[in-house]
């Protein structure tokens, strides 16, 4: 069974910083693009950064700059340092993995559960 564990969330002043990580595990095979992505209240969740098995990555033109996204490929976990944090990333951030569990599956989008990350002005 795929299972996404997310840690670092919480409580920062606008300004301040917090790294976001996530580890995955239930996967023999294949994991190709992970990332994080985020949905404060009243809104769609959108992308806010994602790197592949290649090691690329894509940033959402909000965090470009300010937020960095790494990834270990022994251990499938990816961390996202976010700095200069801004009341408007105020959000759930959700981690997200794009993976072919084992040999016989198909790639499949899975989820973390969510962690809350909260900028005070």
């Known amino acids: 069974q795929v299972q996404l564990v997310e840690s670092g969330g919480g409580l920062v002043q606008a300004g301040g910083s917090l790294t976001l990580s996530c580890a995955a595990s239930?996967?023999?095979?294949?994991?190709?693009?992970m990332g994080w992505y985020r949905q404060a209240p009243g809104k769609q969740r959108e992308l806010v950064a994602t790197?592949?098995?290649?090691?690329?990555?894509n940033y959402a033109d909000s965090v470009k700059g300010r937020f960095t996204i790494s990834r270990n490929e022994t251990k499938k976990t990816i961390s996202m340092q976010m700095i200069s944090l801004k009341p408007e990333d105020t959000a759930v951030y959700y981690c997200?993995?794009?993976?072919?569990?084992?040999?016989?599956?198909?790639?499949?989008?899975?989820w973390g559960q969510g962690t809350q990350v909260t900028v005070s002005s």
């Open positions: 239930g996967i023999t095979f294949s994991v190709d693009i």
């Open positions: 790197i592949s098995s290649g090691m690329n990555t």
């Open positions: 997200y993995l794009w993976a072919k569990p084992r040999i016989n599956s198909p790639y499949q989008t899975y």
